[in-house]
C-alpha cells in the first residue's frame, strides 16, 4: 500500500530539513576561507566562473550571475586590484576584453577546493560502508531527480526575501 498524501509530506519535509543541515556543515568553512583570502561571496563565485570560463567576457559573467554590467565590472576591479585576475585584450576583436585568472587567483581556487575535498573526506570516513553506500545511492536519485525537474521556476525567489538581498 502506497504511502499516504501526510506521510509523503512528512518525509519531504525531514528529507529538506536533513539537506538544509547538510549545506550549512560546509558553511563554517567557507566563513572561514572568506575571512582568509578577504572575498565576498560575488567575488568568489566570480573567480570560480573564471576558472571554469577563461576568457569569459564581463557581459557574460553579468548573464551569468544575473547581475549587471556596472556590478560585474566593480567585481572584477577589486580581483584585479587584489592580483586574483587580470583583463586581456581579445586578440580578434579589440573591443572585448577577456578575464582571466593569475596565478595568485588559480592557487586561491585550488586552496578552497582542496579544503573543502578533505573536510568532506573526513564526513565521508566518519561513515560506515552500508551508509556510505545508501548515501551514494540517494544522491544518484537526487541528481537524477534533479535533471528531471528542470529549471526553476522564474521569480521563484522574488517573492522571498533573501537575508542580504536589495528590495527592488
Known sequence: MPPSPAAVDETLDTVLCYL???LAIFDPLRFRAWAELGLTTAQLRVLFLVRGTPGVTAGELAARLA??????????DRLVRQGLMRREEDCQDRRLVRNQLTAAGESACSRLEQGAEAFTRRILNGMNQADLHAFLVGLEAFVRASHAAGEPEPGLLAAVPLPGASTP
Not at 547581475?67 to 572584477?76: C, D, E, L, Q
Open 20 to 22: 538544509g543541515e547538510a
Open 67 to 76: 547581475v549587471t554590467p556596472p556590478t560585474i565590472s566593480g567585481i572584477v
